[in-house]
C-alpha cells in the first residue's frame, strides 16, 4: 500500500513526538482499515513508538477485541462517538500503550443513511487517567478520499492526545 505523503508526515510528527516523550500508541481501526497503522509503521523508527493496531471492521470484532458492549452498539450503531469512545478505551485497556486512537465511520459510496451519511466519521482518543475526546466529523468524496481524510484526522489527534 502506498501511503499519501500527508499521512505520512503526520505519522512522522506523531512517531518524532512520541519517541521523544517515551510514548507507545495503539491504533483501533473500522472504516480506514488499517490506513492510520499503515502510515505509522511507514516510518523508520516506528518500532520505537508503535505498539499495535487493530482493524475491527465487524461488530463482533469490536466485541470481541475491543470490548465494545453490544448493547451500545444495538442501541447506536457503529458509527457513533460513544462506540468510537469506547473502541479507544478498549485498545488502550489491553495493550500497554500510552495513547489509543479509534476510528469508525461510513467510507461509502454505499451504507449511508439519512440519520449516517457516506463520510460521517468518528473519532476518540484515550489516554490513562485522563477523560477520552471523542469527536464526529463529515467527510467528502470518494470512498478513498473519505478514508484518507478520516486518518489524516486521526493521526492529528493522536499527537494532540499524547501531547496532553
Do not use: W
Not at 110 to 128: F, N, W
Amino acid at each position: 500500500m502506498t501511503v499519501p505523503p500527508e499521512l505520512t508526515q503526520l505519522a512522522h510528527r506523531l512517531i518524532d513526538h512520541c519517541r521523544t516523550n517515551g510514548q507507545k500508541v495503539t491504533v483501533a481501526e473500522s472504516c480506514t482499515g488499517g490506513m492510520v497503522c499503515a502510515a505509522i509503521t511507514s516510518v523508520a523508527g516506528s518500532s520505537h513508538v508503535f505498539h499495535e493496531g487493530l482493524v475491527a471492521y465487524s461488530n463482533e470484532a469490536k466485541v470481541r477485541a475491543l470490548g465494545v458492549a453490544t448493547e451500545l452498539l444495538e442501541a447506536k450503531g457503529a458509527v457513533n462517538i460513544e462506540v468510537a469512545a469506547a473502541m479507544a478505551e478498549g485498545s488502550l485497556a489491553r495493550t500497554q500503550a500510552d495513547v489509543a486512537v479509534a476510528i469508525t465511520g461510513i467510507a461509502g459510496p454505499d451504507g449511508g443513511t439519512e440519520d449516517k451519511p457516506v463520510g460521517q466519521v468518528c473519532i476518540a482518543t484515550a489516554r490513562e487517567s485522563q477523560a477520552v475526546m471523542a469527536q464526529e466529523f463529515h467527510f467528502h468524496g470518494s470512498r478513498n478520499e473519505i478514508r484518507v481524510q478520516a486518518a489524516a484526522r486521526a493521526l492529528q489527534l493522536c499527537l494532540t492526545a499524547a501531547r496532553a
